[in-house]
């Protein structure tokens, strides 16, 4: 090896002579000695082909920025995308706090060295405990659909059964997802989705589908509030009894912005609640902001099903001082390998401060507010855009912050409107018209805190030129 | 004596913070929101309105109260109240890095951070052309075909690759037949558990004295049922199994898959090739290797590598260029399904590409290089500090890129072992090291990684520390033992923690199980006091 003549920015090692320095004192005399344990023939034939190296900062900043300025923003452009995906808007202080580099770099220390972040990740357990009125909340999986599907093999292993009911109307990334973690039906441990219907005026939960789909081998019925194409499930309560009544779990996806206003699900029976976390102080990012929580009540058959981290206050050896540990550290797959619960990871736990910190920030009021408006936004969109000759809204009312849109009546397809409505600059809604054929050319129309009446009225009309 | 073997004086900020819970004071306001204007109420009415009479919260949630500042102020001080790399981290397994800021200010802009991933694929060419871009440096590192990102951290890449495997077998017929994983007891625990959760039996390889399980083992464990083999080289030990061609062969014979779980490529990157070794696939954790930040646990990106041959079994989508327009490919009918939603994190692929391009291929060899003499050179030191033993001692042979180490004879000889000797670390600033995956088949492990980060003087700074806790150790153990002294909080207690009557995970909880530990029992009463009263 040849040390290069100037030294990489990233590595102090690499300074002139070091290298030299160091095998002086270890004793050797190259650093390829030092590789003796790789057998020659495993070597690889040529060296690696890569781009260019950008060793200057200002260099490599142009390069990836003249690529990012290729992206359109939802800065730039009105934009009516939801389904799984949330722009709301961020608070600045949360901007701050995940950027801190004590957060941001490091991976884990110890109980004590690392106090601050396992308080904040407590702070985010306990706020969102406060939203969903239960007492255990994970420290977050990956996403909604993977917090839903180590939720439904909690079930499987409670219950002992292998069915789940899942609602007909869910995000098909999310369904997906779910499919996953239930395994093909060549696995012995395979859970077998089976879907709900759902109504075709309220877009809810089919009641009498259900009835005749629920029997004694079902694990848990699985279902959300506000819904996929954003309907509020007001039948929470009756369909977590009949869970009950049938010995399944309920577990309720909810979106936790919709607390300030929304029951609590830990108010209408839900044994477990996931969700997204993204909505909770995360951009978008591409999709990259997602992730999911998991939480249930606080019986041990439950606490000990949890697949993740679980941190819980604890004593010092100094009275009345706060420390934080993790509880029931021995079940999950660190300590247990294929025997623990599921496995666990790294996931997205510094998304959980950002939770912590805009959680901190809006306080019971912020979200009574946040709920508020964003209710009263999007009934008010909806509404508008049903004055448009040819457009409806599939469920007019009883819906939080998306709704779908039909577009039957105009005859054109939702492809054709949104490319209109991308010429006014405006990213229309996601088009189900391929995932839910039953809901003919229809789009799923996202509306929060971020669109104002006059952001609304730019869609009306942009709308109705394009139905013309 | 040197400068660098004097170990610096450091004390943690200690701000007796309160549980947010307790902060701020009724009626108090962090961020508020507009009113929906006139014209909405006049269209819709009152909002509570909306929503049907049996979904209507009336209880408002137990959420603090707080001013803006009194929100920022309380989480800078948590900030100031965690180490975090501010010192020096060795952590092993997990090779920290610099995270470029420039990087991090990038994907902050509203050109990544505010982009949905259902916008037209024409207005997301720019991350697209990244992904792809970055996609083509991890094929050339490792020979594969097609990288994906989905994964949201090295487990969750593993457990792509068995979601891959049923799908590769279930095309071939034979998944239920081939139902077992083989792996070694040194891999990492996710490819056991992650094999387990997709529904494979998982048959695990002990370590022979060499460090690595025999041929014979692997003979003996594979047959018709073999799915796939999931393994890492080099291990945790610093050990590179020799045999890892023949292993690959043998497998393959069988009809099984191959993984390499490159979480150790630091010490081989730019030197080996995943294909070029046979295997099928791969994985690279871009917020430890690539210099992604690691954020306490993720986000994180576990990428995702195979060949041609197992392509069309991986999740969607799978981003693809075409003749210049980069599109999603959604439409692959063999596809696994999906790990999680949409195309994984993509600002930690972002940051993964930045490092890639900063350092070339010369400096991800020259990075591998400065790994394995940094962490023989810290071996060298290590071996002549008393109590402390290295695994494998009679192994003979220089070590890759981290070495497990143990305090098995401080233990012993002075009761101090790996978990009081971390704590001491943290009161010179160091961050507590890794001790060891489970099993701990090393008594009282701990592993430094020295990586290329950090500098010489850093190093001998680290090992100054465990020479004092050694000296320490030896002549004041209960200095050690009740360590830390110098960090926010003293050593907690373990107790509640089993303890479904004492657990808490969120304050709802210790509220109904510790009534009287409340601030007005508590040490707490002053510093809440003082804090929620100015």
Redesign the interface.
């Known amino acids: ?1 040849t ?2 003549s100037r030294a ?1 920015p ?5 300074a002139p002579g ?2 030299e ?3 002086q ?4 005399k190259t ?1 390829d ?7 020659k ?5 040529l ?9 200057s ?1 200002a260099e ?2 142009r ?3 003249g ?9 730039e ?1 009105l ?1 009516f ?1 939801g ?3 949330w ?1 709301h808007h961020v ?1 600045s ?1 949360v ?3 995940v ?19 396992n ?2 990740w ?2 985010f ?7 969903l ?7 977050p999986v ?5 917090a839903a599907g180590h939720a439904i ?1 909690m079930a499987a292993r409670l219950t002992g059964r292998k069915k789940v009911l899942v609602p007909k109307f869910i ?1 098909p ?2 369904l ?2 779910i ?3 239930c ?2 039906a ?5 859970i077998e989705v089976v879907l709900v219907e759902a109504d075709p005026d309220s877009l809810c939960l089919d009641m009498e589908d259900l009835k005749s789909k629920i029997s004694s081998d079902v694990a848990a019925v699985y279902f959300e ?1 506000p819904s996929y194409v954003g309907m ?6 009756e369909i977590a009894q009949l869970a009950r009544n049938n010995g399944a779990e309920t577990i309720v996806g909810v979106d936790p912005v919709s ?6 699900p830990g ?2 029976g839900a044994d477990i609640a996931v969700g997204p976390t993204q909505p909770l102080g995360v ?9 999911g929580f998991l939480a249930s009540r ?1 019986e ?1 058959h439950y ?1 000990r099903q949890f697949n993740g ?21 021995h079940q999950n ?8 619960n ?10 959980a ?1 950002a939770n ?2 805009y ?15 964003i ?3 999007a ?2 969109a909806a ?2 855009l049903q004055s448009i000759d040819g457009v409806s809204v599939s469920s007019p ?2 819906f939080f912050k998306e709704f779908v849109v039909n577009f039957d009546g105009t005859g054109k397809s939702v492809a054709e409107i ?1 490319t209109g409505l ?1 010429r006014s600059g405006i ?1 229309g809604g ?1 088009d189900l018209s391929a995932e839910i054929p039953e809901l003919g050319q229809s789009a799923l129309y996202c509306v929060t ?1 971020i669109h ?2 006059a952001d609304i009225e730019t869609l009306v009309a942009a709308m109705a030129e394009v139905v013309q | 004596m040197r400068k660098d073997s004097e170990i610096r004086q450091f004390h943690a900020a200690k701000w007796h913070e309160p549980i947010v819970m307790e902060l701020g004071r009724p009626g108090a306001r962090g961020q508020v929101f507009a009113d929906p204007e006139q014209t909405i109420l006049d269209a819709v009415g009152d909002a509570s309105a909306l929503i049907p009479a049996a979904m209507r919260r009336k209880d408002r949630a137990e959420l603090p109260e707080m001013t803006e500042f009194e929100v920022q102020r309380h989480y800078l001080h948590l900030s100031q109240m965690t180490l975090g790399m501010m010192g020096i981290s060795l952590f092993g397994t997990c090779t920290m890095k610099y995270n470029s800021r420039m990087a991090e200010i990038a994907t902050n802009r509203p050109e990544l951070a505010e982009t949905h991933p259902y916008q037209p694929a024409e207005t997301l060419q720019g991350t697209m052309e990244i992904i792809h871009d970055f996609d083509l440096i991890l094929r050339s590192l490792s020979g594969m075909d097609q990288f994906v990102f989905q994964p949201g951290g090295g487990a969750d890449a593993a457990y792509t690759m068995t979601a891959v495997a049923r799908a590769y077998w279930q095309a071939k017929g034979q998944l239920g037949k081939r139902d077992e994983v083989i792996t070694s007891i040194q891999a990492h625990p996710c490819n056991a558990a992650t094999a387990a959760a997709a529904g494979f039996k998982v048959v695990t390889l002990p370590l022979e004295e060499n460090g690595y399980p025999s041929v014979e083992a692997l003979k003996a464990a594979v047959s018709d049922r073999t799915a796939l083999l999931m393994i890492n080289n080099p291990d945790d030990m610093g050990i590179y199994n020799p045999d890892i061609k023949e292993w690959v062969r043998i497998v393959k014979q069988a009809g099984g898959l191959c993984f390499y779980d490159h979480a150790n490529f630091n010490g081989v990157m730019g030197k080996l090739s995943a294909r070029e070794l046979g295997f099928d696939a791969c994985m690279f954790m871009l917020h430890k290797t690539f210099g992604g930040p690691k954020g306490g646990g993720g986000p994180a990106v576990g990428a995702f590598g195979c060949s041609e041959e197992l392509a069309p079994f991986l999740p969607t989508p799978v981003i693809v260029n075409n003749d210049g327009q980069y599109v999603l490919d959604e439409d692959r009918p063999q596809s696994s399904g999906k790990i999680r939603e949409f195309w994984g994190n993509v600002p930690i692929v972002v940051k993964a590409y930045a490092w890639a391009r900063c350092m070339g291929a010369d400096g991800i060899n020259l990075a591998s290089d400065i790994s394995v003499l940094a962490n023989n050179y810290m071996d060298h030191k290590l071996s002549s500090i008393r109590g402390v033993a290295k695994s494998h001692p009679d192994f003979g042979k220089w070590r890759m890129e981290m070495t497990r180490w143990g305090l098995g004879p401080m233990q012993e000889e002075t009761g101090i072992g790996t978990v009081e000797a971390a704590n001491r670390m943290a009161d010179f600033g160091i961050d507590p090291w890794w001790m060891s995956h489970e099993p701990w088949v090393v008594a009282e492990p701990f592993t430094p990684e020295a990586g290329e980060l950090w500098s010489k003087e850093d190093l001998d700074q680290w090992i100054a520390g465990l020479q004092q806790i050694s000296d320490e150790a030896y002549s004041n153990p209960e200095l050690v033992k009740t360590a830390p002294h110098n960090q926010p909080i003293a050593q907690i207690k373990g107790d509640w923690l089993e303890d479904p009557e004492a657990w808490a995970m969120t304050w709802r909880a210790y509220q109904r199980k510790h009534p009287a530990s409340g601030s007005d029992a508590s040490g707490r009463s002053s510093a809440t006091a003082a804090a929620g009263g100015d």
Not at chain 1, 67 to 75: A, G, I, P
Not at chain 1, 333 to 340: K, P
């Open positions: 090896m040390v290069e990489h990233w590595m102090a090692i690499s070091v290298v320095q160091m095998l004192e270890i004793g050797a650093v000695e030092l590789f003796e344990q790789v057998p023939d495993h070597y690889r034939k060296p690696p082909d890569l781009p260019p190296t950008l060793l900062e490599l900043r390069d990836l920025l690529k990012l300025r290729k992206n359109r923003t939802c800065e452009y934009n995308l389904a799984g995906c722009q608070p202080v901007e701050e706090i950027g801190r580099t004590e957060f941001m770099t490091n991976v884990w220390g110890s109980p004590q060295s690392d106090v601050g972040r308080q904040a407590f702070e357990s306990s706020q969102l405990g406060a939203l009125n239960m007492d255990v909340v994970q420290l990956y996403s909604w659909g993977c093999r995000d990334e999310r997906s997802v499919r996953t973690y395994e093909p060549e696995m012995k441990s395979h509030n509020i499930e007001a039948a929470g309560a607390l300030g206003v929304i029951t609590a108010d209408y951009h978008m990012n591409g999709g990259g902001g997602v992730g606080d041990e606490v981290f679980l941190v819980s206050i604890t004593e010092t050896m100094t009275p009345g001082e706060y420390g934080f540990g993790l509880a029931c550290a797959s660190y300590g247990m390998r294929e025997d623990g599921d496995w666990t990871g790294n996931s997205v736990y510094l998304w401060v912590a910190v959680m901190s920030l809006l306080g019971p009021q912020g979200f009574v507010e946040l709920g508020q408006l209710i009263s936004r009934q008010f509404s508008r009312t009883g949104n991308m990213f996601k805190e104002n009446a």
